[in-house]
């Protein structure tokens, strides 16, 4: 290990940035979108870059390569690549100060993918679809390497082999559609090591992926650390993952950097307000509310309203033109799952598990392909709404309602939000204009937005006022079921919490039942009486919250609750994970 | 109850525009005006239509009054600044008279400048008598002759001495409007059938997928060519008119008809409608109310690209002699005149209607290319 005697004998550090500033002019002025940044990247080190979504992280690592998108400009500042530290240095000072080069010159050209690499978020769509996997590896080799073909492609095939993608000898023949998600980020971390880079940026990299496969993922930026000593400068905005991987956290703010300090300072003396919020929000996820155990003491649990009996969902499947039956794919299989009255059942599952489906077999907005849907009106009457047809689902569509993912796309940008709010009342026609506008006012002030938004575009809001417009919708003509799919999975953890009270509170009023649907263990625990597992379209296990958390009995649910990571970085490294292997 | 929505504002936040009350529409006016190629294309092709509205009165002559004495005049700028024989000046609108000589033995005509004598023009002057939209009798004109008996050429004369100017001006209105009649004929066709393949997918979609393929594939002009040339020769010019844009735009609705399918496939996903479907909304109501003000601005650019395709397509026509024909003036009918090499080396000013189609045709394609970028106003605003 020479490269380590060199760096642990002077000064470590290989990447500095001083006063950075990264600013987007446009025709409303110019926005500051990294403020004054200055950070530090030690070799064999991880620094991550924490802050909640339009904090300036991204822009900030994307201004250290100059590929910030237009018409961001970096317009001040140093970004000092210290080449003599590194393992590839020469033995005289080198530095090179990266803001200083032409961003289409060739020698940036050079750094970029040689000392400085970078994963990005989505590893679909970072990688070339028309291209082999070890074409776009060995490209990355050769463009900085004069190598030939031939032995790019066997050192293509050892670094298949060192991301541990299975049978190297085969995926480097194969197209990234042909890769899951998890071994596509593979294939992205492959192709930023192909020159043994100095500093590995990751911008993201785990937040598209499933739990179980973030956590394999981590392991392997890790181990690769371990080997090469390499720097890592890691942006995320999930404090489990900071807590797992972190030595160095610098937390961003409004693209200023407000604290930065040793990961177990940080956690355990936070200094900036800020940080101490950020880090409150974490930790009060992942117990049960205090609100609703409170509420759950004056109010007992009802009887089943909702009930999914052995419902399937087969997507795709028919009759082809000339006979023979096209075979579809099943999304939920024979699921049995009850919603009680006044109770909040979290449904869990990775993405394609079908929890999403299920969700909406259950609201009938979709047609369900076997199995029964029993709902229990106000007046007591059970009854089927598996068969009924769009007309007579009106009424039962009033009673359940939804509060969708993505605040986003579920608001019509060609309406107001007093339209939008005010929609299912008008279509009901019980009450007159005037009627319907007092309520809206209402229920705006119920979810804690101005009375003002009556008269805004959906565009003028964030994701976190967006979502309450949407549970302003939802609960507008008085329901007693609300089923919210991902409801703030779009949101950072600091409005999570509030959304989710506002919920908790709402259903104390309003004497509502909840169905939330899930990837997050922690959000589910915080709101949650009891909870279903789902996995490939089965239900694998149900029971009550706190019980199926700290003592899964079906193997996948311990691999899953194993894989989540936990916002302390004392525990790091002692839980064990459990891996799940369906048997077949 | 506790409501802590108060959140921390970013103080990088730039300063709240009106735009957050601002509509649909008007979010599309204000990334629309930045476009400026799309402004000089919306200013072109407003004063194109007024042009085509007020043809009779900006007209100077009408269009098909001959003159034996000025065939292929060639065209004359107007001079503003009259001087006179004593050094004197004044501001009157003129043009120098041209004598035709004929060259003895080629009998090849020739226009020289008369010095001595100047034509007078008047604004607002009485000219050849009209009736404005078929209706309204009147005699002014923009810009005429001070003495109507004279005559002045600002664009030539043609092989009859008819005045090239007027004649323009009067194919504006013909050619102009046969775009907008074909493309509302093709729109409804394109709404209908684009938006019934969308909306009910499976195999109608199928169905009326496959029919588009078949239009498109079909070759455009030998189809143009058929259809026109089974139109009865003793159709009055109007009926073959009509006739026309229908062929026109039996053949242009497929575009149409894709587009709108595009973006109903689209939309139907988005979750705010299925939210209007679970507000209890009717499918007509899911439709008109909230699928319809999202394609609309998609749906006016896609028209406004498609009207200068029927103009290409109706000046195509004429040109081969298939489309419209005398006593109908268009540009096509107008360009006919300049099929022969003799008109080019003869009188190159025949040309001037191919401008005003080229013109038109691009002006309407920076204005369409505007609105395509303008219709959908978030798209742009990521960067706020």
Redesign the interface.
């Known amino acids: 290990m020479t490269a380590m005697a060199k760096t642990a004998a002077t000064n470590s550090t290989v990447l500095e940035l001083r006063n950075l500033i990264t600013e ?1 002019v ?4 110019t ?3 990294v ?1 004054d940044v200055s950070l530090e990247l030690h070799a064999g080190k991880t620094l991550c870059v924490v802050g909640e979504s ?1 904090s300036g992280k991204s822009v900030m690592s994307r201004s250290i390569l100059q590929i910030v998108d237009p ?2 400009r970096v317009t001040g500042g140093q970004a000092l690549l210290h080449r003599h530290r590194t393992a590839r240095g020469s033995d005289f000072d080198e530095t090179i100060d990266l803001l200083q080069l032409d961003p289409k010159s060739k020698a940036i050209r050079n750094l970029r993918g040689r000392d400085i690499a970078m994963i990005f978020q989505e590893p679909m769509s970072s990688l070339s679809p028309v291209h082999r996997i070890g074409d776009q590896v060995g490209e990355a080799i050769r463009l900085h390497e004069a190598v030939s073909k031939k032995e790019a492609r066997e050192r293509t095939l050892e670094l298949l082999r060192k991301v541990e993608i299975p049978n190297p000898g085969k995926a480097i023949d194969q197209f990234p559609f042909e890769f899951s998600g998890g071994m596509r980020q593979r294939a992205m971390i492959a192709m930023a090591l192909a020159c043994n880079p100095t500093v590995l940026i990751a911008d993201e990299p785990t937040t598209a992926l499933d739990v179980t496969i973030q956590a394999e993922i981590l392991d392997l930026i890790r181990s690769i650390q371990d080997e090469s000593d390499m720097a890592v400068m890691f942006i995320t905005h999930d404090m489990g993952v900071v807590a797992e991987i972190a030595d160095e956290i610098a937390v961003m703010r ?2 200023k950097v407000v604290e930065t300090g040793d990961v177990y300072e940080i956690f355990e003396k936070p200094q900036h307000p800020y940080t101490q919020r950020l880090l409150n929000s974490v930790r009060e996820l992942d117990h049960p509310s205090a609100r609703r155990l409170e509420m759950r003491e004056t109010r007992a649990i009802g009887e089943p309203i909702l009930v999914s009996d052995g419902i399937t969902k087969v997507f795709g499947s028919g009759k082809r033109w000339f006979g023979g039956e096209v075979k579809g794919f099943k999304a939920v299989n024979t699921a049995n799952l009850e919603l009680r009255k006044g109770e909040n059942l979290g449904v869990v599952g990775e993405s394609g598990s079908g929890k999403t489906t299920l969700g909406r077999c259950l ?1 009938r ?1 979709y047609e369900v392909t076997d199995g029964r849907v029993l709902y229990t009106n106000e007046a007591g009457q059970e009854r089927d709404i598996a068969g009924l047809t ?1 007309d007579q689902l ?1 009424e039962p ?2 009673d359940i ?2 509060v ?3 605040p986003f ?7 107001t939000i007093g339209q939008i709010i005010g ?2 009342l008008v ?2 026609g019980k009450l007159t204009g005037q009627q319907i506008r007092d309520r809206v006012h209402e229920l705006l002030e ?4 101005p009375a003002s938004a009556y ?3 959906p ?2 809001f ?1 994701g ?2 967006r979502q ?1 417009v949407s549970i302003a ?1 939802a609960i507008a003509p008085n329901p007693r079921v609300i089923i919210a799919d991902e409801a703030t999975s779009a949101l950072d953890v600091s ?1 999570r919490t ?1 959304v989710l ?2 919920l908790l ?1 709402l259903q104390k ?1 309003f004497d509502l039942s909840f169905i939330l649907i899930s990837h997050d263990i922690a959000v589910i625990r915080y709101f949650c009486d009891r909870i279903a597992v789902m996995y490939r379209g089965q239900i694998v296990e149900t029971g009550d919250t706190e019980t199926v958390c700290q003592k899964p009995q079906h193997a996948y649910t311990q691999s899953l609750l194993s894989a989540v990571p936990v916002a302390d970085p004392r525990v790091r490294g002692q839980k064990q994970r459990v891996r799940y292997q369906e048997a077949t | 109850m506790p409501m802590n929505s108060k959140t921390e504002t970013d103080p990088r936040a730039l300063v709240q525009s009106p735009q957050d009350f601002a509509s649909q529409w008007s979010l599309i006016w204000i990334a629309f005006r930045r476009h400026r190629l799309a402004m000089t294309g919306a200013i072109i092709v407003l004063m194109l239509y007024v042009v085509a509205a007020f043809s009779e009165f900006l007209a100077p002559f009408n269009p098909n009054a001959t003159s034996a004495a000025d065939v292929y005049h060639p065209p004359q700028m107007i001079r503003f600044i009259d001087r006179h024989d004593d050094g004197g000046w004044s501001v009157r609108p003129h043009v120098r008279s041209l004598t035709a000589e004929r060259d003895k033995f080629t009998l090849k005509t020739t226009y020289i400048v008369n010095p001595d004598e100047k034509i007078y023009l008047q604004f607002f002057g009485k000219g050849d008598p009209y009736r404005l939209w078929g209706v309204i009798p009147m005699d002014r004109h923009f810009l005429t002759t001070a003495d109507p008996s004279e005559r002045f050429y600002m664009f030539g004369a043609d092989r009859l001495g008819r005045d090239m100017l007027s004649r323009t001006i009067y194919g504006t209105r013909i050619s102009m409007s046969i775009g907008l009649v074909g493309v509302t004929l093709s729109l409804a066709l394109g709404l209908i059938l684009g938006g019934v393949s969308g909306f009910y997918g499976g195999r109608v979609d199928m169905i009326i997928q496959r029919i588009v393929e078949l239009v498109i594939s079909l070759p455009t002009i030998p189809i143009w060519l058929g259809m026109s040339a089974a139109l009865p020769q003793d159709w009055s010019p109007l009926t073959r008119y009509f006739a026309i844009t229908v062929i026109l735009s039996l053949v242009a609705w497929t575009e149409l008809a894709r587009v709108v399918r595009g973006r109903f496939l689209a939309l139907r996903t988005e979750d705010f409608v299925t939210a209007a479907r679970l507000d209890g909304c009717s499918r007509k109501r899911v439709i008109f109310r909230h699928m319809m003000p999202s394609m609309v601005s998609h749906i006016i650019a896609s028209v406004t690209l498609a009207i200068p395709v029927m103009i290409i397509a109706e000046t195509s026509l004429s040109f081969l002699g298939l489309g419209l024909t005398p006593p109908i003036i268009s540009w096509g009918v107008l360009l006919k005149e300049a099929q022969n090499v003799r008109s080019i080396a003869q009188a190159p000013w025949l040309f001037i209607p191919g401008g005003a189609v080229f013109l038109a045709v691009l002006a309407l394609n920076f204005l369409g290319d505007g609105l395509r970028d303008a219709a959908d106003p978030y798209a742009q605003d990521t960067h706020q």
Do not use: K
């Not at chain 1, 446009?26 to 002025?29: A, L, V």
């Not at chain 1, 119920?446 to 937005?449: A, I, P, S």
């Open positions: 987007f446009t025709q409303r002025g926005f500051r979108a403020d339009g018409p961001g409004f693209g609201q907005v769009e009106a569509w009033r309602r939804t969708f993912q993505d796309s579920s608001l019509n940008p060609r309406m929609e299912p279509v009901e119920l979810v804690g937005l008269m805004r575009y565009h003028a964030s976190g006022q309450r919708r409005i509030q009270d506002l509170d009023r």
